[in-house]
């Protein structure tokens, strides 16, 4: 695990804060924690934020509340939601938001381990994924209007002779900004220039 990975708590009880953070601290996990969501929104960037061990019921916002909230700014955190009998509905509810999963009171050691784990390993997957997304974009910043307007055709299966034609432009000339256009992309066949365009309207939907 990455030194900068780190979870966060928030619970009202201070005696399961401790618990809990005296568990990761057998693991190494590192770890900050909060008596209520308020202090943690006014205090965190949340998008800094690995995995958050959430209680559900807690005076003022409620865990459930937060997680609204978080999803309302477009923060994807993957949150633990630590839970007593009589929340379960709500816990449930919560794993429809997206929540990772739901412990309930008593919870085992080794099980919040495996949640809290389960939740850093997704959270270092949505952030790669989030670095190639930009990484798509940024291959293609480069490339001039008509360079675009080469690459989305030749993407989309048209010939040379065919682009040509409607563009305007000699065969040569096509030949050129397609040739520009692998070279700025960092792509090295037709079928990457067709990953790229791919991926591009992925994130245009």
Partial sequence: MSNAEKVYIVDD???????????LETVDIPYVAYPDAQSFLDEV??????CLVLDIRMPGMSGLELQEKLVSMEIDIPIVFITGHGDIPMAVEAM?????????????DQ??????????????????????LESYRERVADLTPREQ?????????????????ELGISERTVEIHRSNVMQKTGSRSLADLVRLLIKLEELDN
């Fill in 13 to 23: 009880d201070e005696a399961v804060r401790d618990s809990i953070g005296m568990l």
């Fill in 45 to 50: 960037n949340p998008e800094e934020v690995n």
């Fill in 96 to 108: 429809r938001r997206g929540a990772v999963d739901f412990l309930r009171k008593p919870f085992r």
């Fill in 111 to 132: 099980e919040l381990l495996d949640r809290v784990q389960e939740a850093l390993s997704l959270d270092a997957q949505h952030r790669g994924e989030a670095a190639d």
């Fill in 149 to 165: 307007e080469v690459f989305k055709r030749v993407a989309s299966g048209q010939a040379n002779k065919v682009i040509a034609i």
